[in-house]
């Protein structure tokens, strides 16, 4: 989905009491996303991203970051997680980002499917 379709989309079919909260949420992320492009520095738009995969255990690698970027991840909430990749975890790649220097930690990852009746 674009970002316009799906502001669209919120404006028309979202609920009306987080509906601020929401376009908030939106514009803070694209000044961020700004920011980060005209620092020379590309990020995972959260519309765009896909899930990892399967439920299980995943390395979470964060990328390093210019200063710019590192000083707004101290801003805003979601700034780390849209500098973030997820790999399958294996004991080997685990030791290879290790000594790389890559900053790795080891996350859970699993899904629920819920229903809504209203």
């Given amino acids: 989905m674009r970002r316009i379709e799906w502001l669209r989309w919120r404006m028309?079919?979202?609920?009306?009491?987080?509906?601020?909260?929401?376009?908030?949420?939106?514009?803070?992320?694209?000044?961020?996303?700004?920011?980060?492009?005209?620092?020379?520095?590309?990020?995972?738009?959260?519309?765009?991203?896909?899930?990892?995969?399967p439920a299980g255990k995943y390395l979470r690698v964060v990328r390093a970051a210019p200063l710019l970027v590192q000083l707004m991840d101290r801003r805003f909430a979601f700034a780390e997680e849209s500098h973030c990749d997820y790999l399958p975890y294996t004991a080997e790649t685990e030791q290879q980002l290790r000594c790389a220097g890559k900053l790795v930690s080891i996350v859970e990852i699993s899904y629920k499917l819920t229903a809504t009746v209203f």
């Fill in 12 to 53: 028309q079919y979202g609920d009306p009491t987080t509906r601020t909260a929401e376009m908030r949420f939106f514009m803070k992320f694209e000044l961020y996303n700004l920011l980060c492009i005209l620092s020379g520095y590309r990020i995972a738009h959260w519309l765009n991203r896909k899930p990892p995969g």
